[in-house]
């Protein structure tokens, strides 16, 4: 031990003569090791805050769904009744958004049409009517990742359960064994409060229907 106390000697040597002796000598060794520790804790915090500071300057945010985001003011409005009902509110068909599943599918403009009318028979003849603003997203790979971006990119300026002319209805949808994501942005002549709807592939054709000849208001 006294070999120890002579090889450590130069730690406690700074230390006035007056004041070394009122402690042990292990007690020095102890403070002065917590001093050490918390210096270099200091040190540690300021680099880590510094190289942080530095590479944030440097990093730019990524904005994921500028490319994506809709003015949904600038989709067309279609002149005539409506001619598709969500459960009883008669609706114009103002945007499409649709994206195929699975990597390496592309779906082209000229079949959109096709699709929806597999979804719900004679959809793509009130697309050929309403005229909408048709939009192609890359393909997807889960149904809830693509109602998230596509709710997303589709603020009406209505707050949750605010009343709105908007309904936004988005999902999985199936028809002739063909599978699409598929997002609609829905016009009613007067407010509502559905909002926004996410549907399996066995509710479109339940809550989505054709208004029958004549139903619609003239």
């Known amino acids: 031990m006294n070999e120890i106390r002579q090889r450590l ?3 406690t040597d700074w230390i006035p003569d007056d004041i070394r002796p009122m402690v042990a000598v292990e007690v020095w060794w102890m ?8 210096a270099l804790l200091f040190v540690g915090l300021f680099i880590k805050a510094f190289w942080r500071a ?9 904005d994921w769904d500028r490319d994506y985001r809709e003015d949904l003011e600038k989709c067309p409005l279609a002149n005539g009744p409506p001619c598709l009902w969500v459960y009883h509110v008669p609706v114009k068909l103002r945007l499409i958004v649709v994206a195929p599943q699975g990597h390496g599918n592309e779906v082209e403009t000229d079949e959109v049409h096709t699709l929806l009318d597999r979804v719900i028979p004679g959809l793509g003849r009130i697309v050929q009517r309403d005229r909408p603003r048709i939009c192609l997203w890359p393909a997807q790979m889960s149904t809830m990742g693509f109602t998230n ?5 589709t603020p009406t300026g209505a707050r949750e359960r605010q009343p709105s002319r908007w309904i936004m209805v988005a999902g999985r949808a199936q028809g002739g064994g063909y599978t ?3 997002g609609l942005g829905l016009w009613s002549e007067d407010e509502t409060t559905l909002g926004r709807l996410n549907l399996e592939p066995v509710q479109w054709l ?4 054709l208004a029958p000849v004549g139903s619609a208001k003239r």
């Open 9 to 11: 000697a130069p730690l």
């Open 31 to 38: 403070v002065e090791l917590v001093v050490v520790l918390f």
């Open 54 to 62: 530095l590479f944030k300057r440097r990093r730019k945010k990524v």
């Open 149 to 153: 971006s596509f709710h997303r990119c």
């Open 180 to 182: 699409v994501f598929l």
């Open 206 to 209: 339940d809550i989505l229907r």
